[in-house]
T-cell receptor, first 115, second 112 residues
C-alpha cells in the first residue's frame, strides 16, 4: 500500500537558520507529490507540488523541494526561516489510481521557530 | 479568490447526538473530501464525492455518512456521536485531475 513517512514529529530552529523537512514515500513509478502547511487554527494551504519535469520545485513563501527518485524522498527546504513559518507541515502523495484525486498524507512535522 | 467554508469552527455535542458538519465551496469543483485530523495520525480520509449524489468511502468511514445534494455543498453526518469522534474535521475540494486540494478552516468537534 502507498504510504508517506515524515520521520520528524517536531523540529525547532532559530529564526534565520536554514530548514529541511524530510518526506519519504512508498511507490514504484513517478508519484504526484505535495507539501502543505497548516498555520495554527487554520486549514491546509498548498506550498508546492511535483508532477514531472525538473526535480527541484519552487513554491510559495520561499520554500522549495527536491524529488529524489533513488531515495524515494521529497524533502522541503528553506534557506532562512522566519518566525511566521512556525506551523505544521504535511507531505502528501497522490493516491492510485490517479483518477480519484485522492491524497495520502504523512503524519506531519511541527516546526517551532525561536527568535 | 477560491474559498471553502465550514459551518462551524468549534462545536460541542453530547454522546448520542446526531451531528451535521457542513462544507461549501465556491469554485465549482466536482470533487469534495472530508478528513479528520488527529495528533500523530495526520489527515485520514473519511468520505469523498466526485459528483452530486455520488460518494465513496475513504479509509475510516465507520460511524459517518455524507450527503451531497448540490455541487457546492458536502455534508458530513455523525449518526450517533461518540467520544472517540472528538477531532478536527477538515473539508477540501478539487477539480478532477488537478489534485491540488483547497481546504476549509476546519471544525473542531468535541463530544462529551
Amino acid at each position: 500500500a502507498q504510504s508517506v513517512t515524515q520521520p520528524d514529529i517536531h523540529i525547532t530552529v532559530s529564526e534565520g537558520a536554514s530548514l529541511e523537512l524530510r518526506c519519504n514515500y512508498s511507490y514504484g513509478a513517478t508519484p504526484y507529490l505535495f507539501w502543505y502547511v497548516q498555520s495554527p487554527g487554520q486549514g491546509l494551504q498548498l506550498l508546492l507540488k511535483y508532477f514531472s519535469g525538473d526535480t527541484l520545485v519552487q513554491g510559495i513563501k520561499g520554500f522549495e523541494a527536491e524529488f529524489k527518485r533513488s531515495q524515494s524522498s521529497f524533502n522541503l527546504r528553506k534557506p532562512s526561516v522566519h518566525w511566521s513559518d512556525a506551523a505544521e507541515y504535511f507531505c502528501a502523495v497522490g493516491a492510485l489510481p490517479y483518477n480519484t484525486d485522492k491524497l495520502i498524507f504523512g503524519t506531519g512535522t511541527r516546526l517551532q521557530v525561536f527568535p | 479568490d477560491v474559498k471553502v467554508t465550514q459551518s462551524s469552527r468549534y462545536l460541542v455535542k453530547r454522546t448520542g447526538e446526531k451531528v451535521f458538519l457542513e462544507c461549501v465551496q465556491d469554485m465549482d469543483h466536482e470533487n469534495m473530501f472530508w478528513y479528520r485530523q488527529d495528533p500523530g495520525l495526520g489527515l485520514r480520509l473519511i468520505y469523498f464525492s466526485y459528483d452530486v449524489k455520488m460518494k465513496e468511502k475513504g479509509d475510516i468511514p465507520e460511524g459517518y455518512s455524507v450527503s451531497r445534494e448540490k455541487k457546492e455543498r458536502f455534508s458530513l453526518i455523525l449518526e450517533s456521536a461518540s467520544t472517540n469522534q472528538t477531532s478536527m474535521y477538515l473539508c477540501a475540494s478539487t477539480l478532477p485531475g488537478a489534485y491540488e486540494q483547497y481546504f476549509g478552516p476546519g471544525t473542531r468537534l468535541t463530544v462529551t
